[in-house]
DNA sequence: TATCAATTAGTATTAGTTACTATTACTAAT
DNA sequence: ATTAGTAATAGTAACTAATACTAATTGATA
């Protein structure tokens, strides 16, 4: 029989507590170092593959913010993100800011804003069709 | 003297005209592959240099998209994109969307839109106080 | 408790990008 | 025109984040 069970493994839930306690929105090299200390021997690819079946459950998302490295964000619910062009500091940011951006991208929330960018996702119609039946 | 002039080479001018009058935002690597056309011995370091020389001068501007590949834009006026995430094709969207999206994410532009991400860009609490007085 | 896929640590590989190196081209001032 | 100094180039090496591979181990289920 096969099983499309995941396993709660002590690595996987040390994972997702660290993920859960921070607001840093780490990267995955930042969460192996923070994991290290109550796992000494883990493997990298194990904190890679585990944020990976993390986020295809939905315990935790990824933040693709502009830099090369992605970022976790153990906050599944949805909500935007501001990041520091200069240090890289990710911070969340309250849901209706969409529309306060609409009107002249000034958010008193410590940061000076100097640009945004947004990216939708979806199906472009020529793959829409080619997907059609599936 | 020191000169911090940029020259516009050959390279450097069919590199920005392929931009120009593509609406595909290509990878690096497709603009590599489209001026090689014109220019048979050009290199892979030359495109990066030159689109990254080309994106200070706000020539052309990076579309980071959540792919791990950055892609180009000859467009350099503020718009947005939309990607389709089958095929990883970018197209531009309306500046009005925005409100669009505020509202229930249905665009009528042919794609299924699936999700979308929005990153702010500016300098931290913490940044602005280390570089205020820059 | 026997089974067997899921998971692991450790390592090798990949892919995109950036850095380096020796050489050539351009620019501005003699 | 010649020189001096910088920018740019082709080609290649190096880097880095992420993924793939491998043999051994684990742990949920029958």
Redesign the pocket.
């Known amino acids: 029989?096969?099983?499309?069970?995941?396993?709660?493994?002590?690595?996987?839930r040390i994972i997702l507590e660290e993920l859960k306690k921070t607001r840093k929105h780490p990267?995955?090299?930042e969460v192996y170092h923070s994991v290290r200390k109550k796992?000494p021997?883990?493997?990298?690819?194990?904190v890679?593959?585990?944020l990976?079946?993390l986020t295809k459950q939905e315990e935790v998302q990824v933040i693709r913010n502009g830099g090369?490295?992605?970022r976790y964000d153990g906050n599944s619910t949805k909500h935007f993100h501001i990041k520091c062009t200069n240090c890289g500091r990710i911070d969340d940011l309250p849901e209706n800011l969409v529309g306060l951006i609409k009107k002249n991208i000034t958010v008193d929330c410590g940061y000076e804003i100097t640009g945004y960018s947004l990216v939708l996702y979806g199906l472009c119609p020529d793959c829409k069709k080619k997907l059609g039946g599936k």
Request: aromatic share 6%.
């Open positions: 029989m096969i099983m499309n069970n995941f396993r709660m493994t002590p690595q996987r990267t995955a090299d796992l021997d883990i493997s990298m690819g194990t890679y593959r585990n990976e079946i090369k490295k992605k």
